[in-house]
């Protein structure tokens, strides 16, 4: 494994800065502060590098770089999504424990290259305790002249604050969690506008997610081309891997992009307590379940995950063995949906309900054999008809579930009780 965001992991109190100094840390913001290093050769840089977006939409970093409006005449800000708030979903929390100041480092060389003045880091509001990390963090880098006003005895300042959101799903959608940071209630905006031309406040605003930001000081330091060659086309570098589930080893693995899942499951010590591996949900419960089968000659990258038939996502491995119903794990992630729905679509927000009380409706032994074709009906009705993409995200397991174990669905109709427990 490469250690491009955990660089200082192995080492003793991982998160100060004394020891983010001792590995080179804040010297490649220096230099490109002090040297005057041009924003298009960072731009040309970060493109270079195949970095996409590891929020889970995996859009090019560098060309969302290039949107930003470069002689804007005001004030332009750049935003820091840490709100993890999908189920399997905790690799960022790591980044915020264990190297808080890579990732302050890669928001001032983003700032430097986007000329923007101030920065916000939106944390999920359910890890308390990586919030004050992150700000005990920042207090340290203005103390020792890496944040503030004139850095590096430049005309250059940059500041950076911690929000702290308050667990709400759909905060995590970069417009929803704008509209927060501005003392609203937490709802996606119509696009366009974009965030680069209309964000925080009104201005220009660049969004990336914590992962992206904190690969940026290494693409810098070594160059685009490094980052990339530890990928495969079209998805460079590394990525972290949050895996759970059913596999003897589960946490956060940062491997090469292109890594063949069976590889990252060796690493995980394979599936737990001696059973097969039944099921893999790759990139969080917003990414369609794949079965064994499927995933098992796949590769971990953006078109290794769509040729098998499902998407990289966040990088959220839910790995699920031979012992579990996936009707009963339908309907736990379609209460998730319906209960993080904002509210402000009404194919959403009906809708998402509607597939979490006909899912229940199936566990609870009164379920039709029509329900299976509803079910899809619904979810077809939802995608592509919201704002934002939490519509697309519920049905997208309602839809890929019924696809690949359909005969469980109709077992439990047919006997009011799963095919895999007996219950």
Known sequence: MNEVCFRTLHLPNPGSLATYRSIGGYDTLKRIVTQKIPAAEIINQVKTSGLRGRGGAGFPTGLKWSFMPRYFDGVKYLVCNSDEGEP????????????????????????WTLGARVGYNYIHGEIWEDY???????DEARAAGFLGENLFGTQFS???????????????????????????????????????????????????NTESYASIPYIMQHGGQAFMDMGVANSGGTKLFAVSGHVEKPG???VNMGMPFSELLAL????????????VIPGGPSTAVMPAEAIMGATMD????AKAGSSLGAGSVIVM??????????????????????????PCREGTGWLYRMVKRIVDGKGKMEDLNLLSDVSNNISGRTICALGDAAATPVLSFIKHFRPEFEYYIQHGKSMVTGQ
């Open 158 to 208: 940059f500041d950076l604050y911690a929000h702290h959101g308050y667990g709400a799903y759909i905060c995590g959608e970069e417009t929803a969690l704008i509209e927060s940071i501005e003392g609203k209630k937490g709802q996606p905006r119509f696009k366009p506008p974009f965030p680069a031309s209309y964000g925080v406040f009104g201005k220009p605003t660049n969004v990336n």
């Open 252 to 254: 956060n693995y940062e």
């Open 88 to 111: 399997g979903t905790f690799k960022d929390r790591d980044i915020l424990r264990y190297n808080p100041h890579q990732l302050i480092e890669g928001m001032a060389i983003a700032a």
């Open 321 to 346: 063995d031979d012992s579990t119903c996936m009707v009963n794990t339908l309907k736990r992630l379609s209460y998730f949906f319906y209960e993080e729905s904002c509210g402000q679509c009404t």
């Open 132 to 138: 004050i990390t992150f700000e005990r963090a920042l």
């Open 302 to 305: 953006y078109d290794g995950l």
């Open 268 to 279: 995980c010590g394979g599936i737990w307590k001696g059973r097969k591996l039944k099921a």
